[in-house]
């Protein structure tokens, strides 16, 4: 009953409350499209950075993180993973081990990390071979194989055939030193790693560094982050009393989450005020149609409502039109969404930022419950919490003074 | 005949800035089911006031309203809803329906809040505008109606949940002659067909004399109260 009457008060003013209508729709239309197209920059950002290298989580030797070094080994890397690939969530992982070294050609002689992989299982778990723009990527029968990244290459004046001299300090204090062949050249997109990293086979590296059957990190990736996300508690039983750590994803790029909450939190600043300009427009509007049939409604308590229902009534009004507002802004701005999700965005001017992060030049936002629901939800939770302002003041009203208002 | 109605010295003290204005000054005054009873007097002499308080819309300074047995005077604001609700109709001088509901559902508003199930509603509301004379009219809205046809309506709306008293606040002021005949007509059928008490505030001689009992107030103070004989 209070529901039905709430919506006829609705439209007796029908151009006022098509009004409060389009401001609630247009501010939810404007969350869930921006909140997607963020939450769909992110993603590309995680996606692009860990799949170039890191991976979405990986398995290291306890304190590895802080200070990284060839000694700090994972001695069982083959048992760790046959057990982690069957947790769900987790699709594949790779063994690696990494070290800083000099790579020499002729006279020119740059540092570099230098990493070894297993190149079956390495291309599950990184791009990097998808980035090959010279040459090709390292295979299962390569063994003095290297690839570089396209700035480290110049730097060496080195080209795909071409052989280059490594030399670094092996686990046990040896000199690590091998004559290595260019393979391919990577250009990530990050220009960081195109100056810095190189990947040879894990056994060759092995052998050079004299580290026996010993890796430095394990990588892990699924088919989702989300999915590996979820899969972490699952995994750290499994690595108990081994001497190792898990890290996620935002451990192993810190700069990266920080960015995204920088980014993210800068926003919300910006989507508060616009719930609050909103929340303010709507309840001045109901505030004014409160006080317009004040007589009204001390005709209603004078007949028998109670002052509790009444206030109930205009809280449902107020509600109602929050409903309407957002459930048209929520479809629209799925539409919306949906439409420029299909055919990206081009933000010019943008693509040094964007390299930094691996972004492509075109953005893509994505929906999902989070970007749809977040915004109209907080928008909802505010309008619905502002009714309690006309409700009270409603509650109050004497039947007599009421009607004896203009 | 049965009190259903008394006002045991009822006061009702006012403040403007520093000046105290006496609208009641020790009412007594007792009513009987089915009766009939006018109150007119000069332009803030009570009237008003005393209806208001009859309709718990008001509490005295000083004084009671006992109705149906109930003291009136201790309950709360939503114990006062539900009396006003369960045993006071009232009609207003300017109709008061709700413009967003139909006559009908005007009449079915106050069955709602009782808590009556919708056919039960239907067919009360159907009786009520069929005594009232509007018959095919249910579906109109205030807006759509004379003024006359709208205070039926709002006559149909007080007696929806069979109140103890109905009370009537210059409920002609504001309908030509033929409208106030009919109505006043038509508010004598109804006090003599349902037997409940009807107590009117009015300036207006037509209504006067159609009520049997007629009490006059004067600077709060009832100054005259009159039975004529059947």
Redesign the interface.
Known sequence: ?LAG?AW??L??QPRRTLLNVISIAFAALIMVFLLSFQMGTYATMKENVLQVIDGYAQVQPTGYQDSPDLKKTIADSDAIMKQIETVTGVATTAPRTTTFAILSNGEKSVGAAVLGVDPEREVRVSRLNRSIIHGNYLDREDSNAIVLGAALARSLGVEVGDSLTLLGEGLDGSIAADVLTVKGIFESGTPELDRQLSEMPLARFQEDFAMDAAVNLIVVTGPTLAGVLDALPDLEPLLNDREVELKSWKQLQPGLDAAINLDLNTSLMWYASMVIVVVFIILNTLLMSVLERTR?FG???????????LGVMIWMELSLLALLGLLVGIGLGCVVTLLIGHYGLELPGAEAIFSQWGLPGRLYPRLSLLSISAGPGAMALCIFLAGILPYRRVRRL???DA?RAA | MSTILECKHLTKQYHQGDTTVNALQGVDVSFNKGEFVSISGPSGSGKSTLLHIIGSLEQPTDGDVILDGISLRNESRRELADIRLNRIGFVFQAYNLIPVLTAAENVEFILQLQGVDRQARRARSGELLKQVGLEGLENRRPGQLSGGQQQRVAVARALASHPAIVLADEPTANLDSKNSDELLALMSKLNQESNVTIIVATHDPKVIAHTRRHIVLTDGNIETDETRAA
């Open positions: 009953m009457l006829r008060n439209w007796r009204e005709v209603l308590l004078s007949i028998g409502m109670r002052p509790g229902k004497q039947p007599v009607m």
